[in-house]
Nanobody, 120 residues
């Protein structure tokens, strides 16, 4: 069994920063890509940023230059540093990881979500 646990969400004012963390634990052989998604009220879940095991990153256009995704492989942890936050960044943020188990099954796992609210 694999668990992803997020932390770091909260309420901030526009222009401020937050750092989200997500730790993976459990029956893990290898963590492949990791990423952050978000879902705002009344909208579909969207991919925000991803990072491969080798450190290659991708971002949606709306967060480029403001958000930075990083990971510590030794700690099975992925981070999302969010700077210059805007009200439109308000959403529940979900951690995602593509994980290979010791039995060589590959599947993706999700965290429970953490609320980020940006006031204007």
């Amino acid at each position: 069994q694999v668990q992803l646990v997020e932390s770091g969400g909260g309420l901030v004012q526009a222009g401020e920063s937050l750092r989200l963390s997500c730790v993976a634990s459990g029956n893990i052989f290898r963590i492949n890509s990791m990423g952050w998604y978000r879902q705002a009220p009344g909208k579909e879940r969207e991919l925000v940023a991803t990072i491969t095991s080798g450190g290659s990153t991708k971002y949606i256009d709306s967060v480029k230059g403001r958000f930075t995704i990083s990971r510590e492989n030794a700690k099975n942890t992925v981070y999302l540093q969010m700077n210059s936050l805007k009200p439109e960044d308000t959403a529940v943020y979900y951690c995602n990881a593509i994980i290979t188990t010791p039995g060589y099954f590959i599947r993706d796992y999700w965290g429970q979500g953490t609320q980020v609210t940006v006031s204007s």
